[in-house]
């Protein structure tokens, strides 16, 4: 059974931070490019990072570049977003996604119909 797990969601206040981690087990994971979505009220889902199974090529999106690390461990599979200097509109449901991206697309924004497995989310509410 093919399962993707967050855990380390909760509540900071602004300038704080979080770390998500997000477990993966029912399939190859190190094979697969693992990232994370966000989605907040009212909003469309957006991509926010990800990182290859090797290489270490990875994606983030403008508004978290410089504050958003990822990172993975594919002994242990699990991937992990360190989140910094956390502001109001990072306020979200963060999702973890696994997919396949084609070479020519790596370095691009992921898109939601490449996603091939989907967590069931995790809350992050930034408030002071």
């Known amino acids: 059974q093919v399962q993707l797990v967050e855990s380390g969601g909760g509540s900071v206040q602004p300038g704080g931070s979080l770390r998500l981690s997000c477990a993966a087990s029912g399939f190859a994971s190190e094979y697969y490019t693992i990232g994370w979505f966000r989605q907040a009220p009212g909003k469309e889902r957006e991509g926010v990072s990800y990182i290859m199974s090797s290489a270490g090529i990875t994606y983030y999106a403008d508004s978290v570049k410089g504050r958003f690390t990822i990172s993975r461990d594919n002994a242990e599979k699990k991937v992990y977003l360190q989140m910094n200097n956390l502001k109001s509109e990072d306020t979200a449901v963060y999702y973890c996604?696994?997919?396949?991206?084609?070479?020519?697309?790596?370095?691009?924004?992921?898109?939601?119909?490449?996603?091939?497995?989907w967590g069931h989310g995790a809350q992050v509410t930034v408030s002071s």
């Open positions: 996604v696994a997919m396949i991206v084609p070479r020519p697309l790596l370095g691009s924004p992921p898109r939601i119909g490449g996603v091939d497995f």
